[in-house]
């Protein structure tokens, strides 16, 4: 099973049970659930921030959430008892019963986990591996694979892998994680063998444009998602010194019981949550409208489109929700497109990374904003009876909104047009909930169809203030509503 759905599972699971992913790391909420947007997408995070923000023990703390695999025992690269012959390393390839020869071992989730150190000297031997030179003087062949050690991301395999400071590696050796990302597997030409490995990898360092020493290669760039880790807020960070201060601790860990790990089904990993054709189309028009945006140089391509609408699907999935909406496109978009925009080089602060990335949170906002200007759903309304309707809505709150929505003649002419578009868009690659929801909405959970009322009215509701039949005032603080970027705002 992938090492993405074994995170994927520990991630839903503690959603489910209301646990805290990361107990060790204090505050920062808004990090900690864009890494687990990244995650719960099957994506690799690239942290970026000053010294001592706690990257390290962040990436760290992901093998908590690991669960115990087998292992032959020995297996440099961690190779499962139970994987045909094609797959195994060399070593255990050679054995006529691996699992005779060498026995089986269980590998716990904290020591998965391989960590390159990022520096001038870091090479395509600490990467990838060496040649054992004691074989080579027994006979072997230097082209025979068995006289290759794997190290960094042979040893992160079926586990995370952490490359601290990532531009601080040569260019030229960075671009070897390329394949690695994107075909799964490390390519070793000299020895003509391709491994495949399952990896996470967590990458920190500066994004490009900021002052580091070796530029991080676009398409490298472009499978990250990039996330700043800012320092916590004085109280947290109050808190963290008095716990983290030196004192005397009893040392001796308490034995506990392995337990083996019940791999989880394919139905327990699948997606139930839906994205709305509104939500969709918003996405989508959010990244194009990028292409032609006057505060970028580096627009972003297709992938980031599905990255944006991945990381929407991990936000609801996130807060036990079941139908995506406004707030949880841009949170989507957010995480998808900063490591795959460039602002103009004249709004790029060279002296503050994190100033930078807000600058392009705020480009992303002001994209979902130029989407939801051009949105049309073709529907005419009495403006001044939405406005009305909507008014009395907002001031008596929106739970229940299925019940209060049929007090609003216009507004609930205004949903059901909204909703009845859906069955002119229906598509094959949506999901079985989706096409169902589209197709049947009335037969919904009640649960269901008041989230996709809400994230329906909280569209028409930025529609009407984009058209001026209600003012700011009125929608701000009820739902989410993406704010466009004036002159001499960056």
């Not at 001038?120 to 591996?129: D, F, H, V």
């Not at 995370?160 to 030229?172: G, N, Q, S, Y």
Request: one cysteine or more; proline letters at 6%.
């Amino acid at each position: 099973m992938p090492m993405v759905y074994h995170l994927r599972h520990a991630i839903l699971d503690k959603v489910k049970k209301r646990e805290d992913h990361f107990p060790e790391i204090q505050g920062r909420q808004e990090v900690k659930k864009d890494v687990l947007r990244a995650l719960l997408s099957g994506s690799h995070p690239y942290l970026v921030s000053e010294e001592g923000t706690g990257k390290t023990r962040l990436a760290k703390s992901l093998t908590k959430l690991l669960p115990p695999i087998p292992v032959i025992k020995g297996c440099p690269y961690n190779d499962d008892p139970w994987w045909p012959k094609s797959l195994l390393c060399p070593r255990c390839r050679m054995s006529q019963d691996p699992q005779e020869e060498y026995g089986i071992e269980l590998l716990p989730g904290e020591r998965r986990f391989s960590r390159i150190q990022g520096n001038e000297y870091t090479n395509e031997a600490k990467l990838l591996g060496i040649k054992d030179i004691q074989a080579i003087a027994h006979g072997k062949s230097p082209s025979d694979p068995q006289v290759f050690s794997g190290t960094g991301v042979f040893k992160a395999n079926r586990g995370v892998l952490f490359v601290d400071e990532l531009p601080a590696i040569r260019t030229k050796v960075q671009v070897l994680l390329h394949p690695i990302l994107e075909e799964k597997k490390a390519v070793l030409e000299e020895y003509n063998w391709g491994y495949p490995l399952d990896l996470v990898l967590i990458a920190t360092g500066n994004p490009q444009g900021f002052a580091h020493i070796n530029e991080v290669p676009r398409p490298l760039l472009d499978r990250l998602e990039l996330i700043y880790v800012d320092l916590p807020e004085e109280e947290v960070e109050k808190d963290i010194i008095l716990r983290e201060k030196f004192s005397i601790r009893d040392s001796r860990a308490a034995n506990k019981e392995q337990k083996l790990w019940t791999y989880p089904t394919p139905k327990e990993l699948e997606r139930r949550v839906i994205a709305p054709w509104w939500t969709l189309d918003l996405i989508n028009a959010a990244v194009r409208h990028s292409r032609i945006c006057r505060w970028l140089e580096k627009r972003a391509s297709i992938r980031g489109t599905i990255k944006a609408l991945d990381h929407t699907y991990a936000s609801v999935e996130l807060e036990s929700r079941d139908v995506a909406n406004l707030k949880d496109a841009y949170d989507g978009l957010r995480l998808a497109l900063r490591s795959r925009l460039g602002l103009r080089s004249d709004l790029v602060d060279l002296d503050s990374p994190k100033k930078t990335l807000e600058k392009i949170d705020r480009v992303v906002e002001d994209l979902l904003w130029n989407a939801v200007e051009n949105f049309d759903f073709n529907y005419e309304a009495d403006k001044e009876a939405v406005a009305n309707e909507l008014t009395s809505l907002f001031s008596a709150g929106l739970d229940n909104l299925t019940l209060k929505l049929r007090e609003c003649e216009e507004l609930s002419r205004a949903l059901e047009q909204i909703k009845n578009m859906a069955k002119d868009r229906m598509n094959p690659n949506l999901s079985d909930a989706e096409r169902h929801l589209y197709a049947y909405p009335e037969k919904a959970s009640c649960k269901v169809q008041e989230e996709y009322s809400l994230s329906a009215l909280e569209t028409i509701a930025n529609v009407a203030w984009h058209r001026g039949v209600i003012n700011e005032g009125l929608v701000e603080g009820r739902v989410f509503l993406p704010k466009r970027i004036k002159t001499g705002d960056l």
